[in-house]
């Protein structure tokens, strides 16, 4: 596609419930990247993929956080029993040339 | 690893005037530099970057940053700024040597243009 395209935009969920949040790169794209932001912070690196490498998880801050990318392309970032502390906006971008990416618009998510 | 200080969370300006978003890094190795806008309820749009070469990089909407490996900034000015650039402004840093060229942000810096 044109940009990089996340669904859903917005979504509002109960604490314990799990989520899955979606990444669809731009088409071509070998490296895609999750971020989180938290209100009044930067971003927080999650998570990495490039190629058929095995990804960097460095980033994911529990156990209560996975990705995985099927088929070198669209990206699925699952949070399981989530927590308040979990409410952010879920950034993902993607990457060609590894020189500054590309980003989709965001997932802001709410935990009640 | 690198680590991005961005001095000023809040920038009021009015519009029509000068306007300069401070940003330092902190890195053990060489490393490229990058300003990102994220306007409200959107992504974040890139800006500008510096790779190599000339220290002084102009980006998109008229905004400039110069590289000072001295001082370890990367400071980026907008001679006259508009309405329409408030927006929050991020520094990020990648490392030259890496082949993830993860980038590291700082915390953001709110511009906000008055009339």
């Known amino acids: 596609g044109a940009g990089v395209s996340q669904s859903p935009s917005n979504k509002v969920t109960e604490k314990g419930k799990d989520v899955e949040l979606r990444c669809d790169p731009i088409?071509?794209?070998?490296?895609l990247y999750w971020y989180r932001q938290s209100l009044g912070q930067g971003l927080e690196f999650l998570i990495y993929f490039q190629g058929n490498s095995a990804p960097d998880k460095s980033g994911l801050p529990s156990d209560r956080f996975s990705a995985e990318r099927t088929g070198g392309s669209v990206s699925t970032l699952t949070i399981q029993r989530t927590q308040q502390e979990d409410s952010a906006v879920y950034l993902c971008?993607?990457?060609?040339?590894?020189?500054?990416?590309?980003f989709g618009s965001g997932t802001r998510l709410t935990v009640v | 690893a690198q680590s991005v200080t961005q001095l000023d969370s809040q920038v009021p300006v009015f519009e029509e005037a000068p306007v300069e978003l401070r940003c330092n890094y902190s890195?053990?190795?060489?490393?490229?530099l990058f300003w990102y806008v994220q306007y409200p309820n959107q992504g974040l749009q890139l800006l500008l970057k510096?790779?190599?070469?000339?220290?002084l990089v102009k980006g998109i909407n008229g905004f400039e940053a110069e590289f000072n490996k001295s001082q370890t900034s990367f400071h980026l000015r907008k001679p006259s700024v508009h309405i329409s650039d408030t927006a929050e402004y991020f520094c990020?840093?990648?490392?030259?040597?890496?082949?993830?060229?993860?980038?590291?942000f700082g915390s953001g810096t709110q511009l906000t243009v008055l009339p």
């Open positions: 990020a840093v990648s490392d030259r040597g890496g082949s993830a060229r993860q980038l590291t």
């Open positions: 510096y790779l190599s070469g000339s220290t």
């Open positions: 088409s071509g794209h070998t490296a």
């Open positions: 971008a993607s990457s060609s040339q590894t020189y500054g990416y590309t």
């Open positions: 890195s053990s190795v060489s490393v490229y």
